[in-house]
């Protein structure tokens, strides 16, 4: 009867361990810079749009060039975080099951009452999976974007440098 304990209680610190590795993998993530796409910016007729979230902080700015003109820096704060997955069973594990976080964020825009996303809140949700980050309200996408790792570990490493 103790051997079966001790290999339930075994499996139960095991799972533990994995949901902590795998929300620390997902949070870790987070942090970065993610870009527009080419085929999104040309359908949005802007030049670039970046997003650069910090995890840490519950923070974000979006920054917005069009004619190759700075037409919005804009921060942002994250509010709520919520699991979307398939497999309730490990919900971080992203190979046994669809695997997205979905947050919510609002817009603070002092300098431009009149940037396009101010009607606060908006979703955002994060696959780690092709690294895409889709900013949506009502189910409309307004922005789908992607990690741009090369610029994030650059950052990261100048920052704690």
Known sequence: MSSVLSFIIILIIFYLYILYTDKQL???FLTGFYKGDSSYCSKA???????YINNSTNSGHVIIKQNNELIE????DIQKKL????????PFNNIL???FLE???VFISENNKDFCWNDSPYKMILSIING???LIK???VHAILYKDNGISNEFINYATE
Do not use: R, W
């Open 132 to 134: 895409s980050l889709t």
């Open 103 to 105: 947050y919510d964020i």
């Open 73 to 76: 820096h804009t921060s942002f």
């Open 138 to 140: 009502n189910d409309v």
């Open 45 to 51: 007729n802007i030049d670039e749009i970046v997003f």
């Open 97 to 99: 099951g669809s695997q």
């Open 26 to 28: 997902y949070d870790s």
């Open 83 to 90: 699991i979307i997955n398939s497999n309730t069973l490990i």
